[in-house]
């Protein structure tokens, strides 16, 4: 696929973002740059622009003189995550609760029956995409830009971590997945409900409960089997 020379930098970058995000470019693997170059008729200096602006967040490391890596899924990183996404998706899911227009309703149901298909349908890319859909519908009704805009960086982040929990290939047994997403369906449902009841409360208990199965799936999968996927640091 050639791509044209205006949009060639904006184009590499969201295509490489979603190869890493759908973990088709696994964690600590090498960037080939230069069969990038060649699969998409670019120039190297589009791939190198998308290149840093992916390290920039913190989606790409950077070697001088030895090219790039994809970031690995570093254990430490992922309890800030967890941490800071607890913290973010507790608040706004409560101002959603307080500040939700009618429209923002509308748009937080509407992604969460999208969730629901995508199980239906054993869709795994469906159910990652439309769980971060659903939450960044919740941000839009929370009533602060920046802290939304904060949320959204995360839930992208997130996006990988979201294909172990969200997928069955890393699942002992089938009941097993099948009983953690229709759980998340049931912790959407009571999330919607609580915000069209504009109760805060209630809609920060369901958020807190919410990221605490999700922490608790990620740790079932690293006991299960630490993938190579996942680094370690370890004490200097």
Known sequence: MLLRKGDSAASIYEIVRAKILSL???PGSAIDEASIVKEYGVSRT?????IVRLASEGLVLLFPNRGSQVAPLDLEKIRDYLEAIDLCQRAVTAWAALRRRPEHLVAIKDCAL?????????????MVLSNRAFHVSIAAACGNAQIAIAYQRLLDEGLRIARFTLGDLYYRQTGTYRSFVDNVSREHAEMIDAIAAEDPRRAEVAAAAHTDHTRDRFVEFLSDTLSPMIKIQTPA
Request: charge should be negative; avoid cysteine.
């Open 24 to 26: 088709e470019l696994t």
């Open 114 to 126: 999208e969730f629901d298909r995508a199980i239906k349908a054993a869709d795994v890319d469906g």
């Open 46 to 50: 589009p791939v190198r622009e998308a």
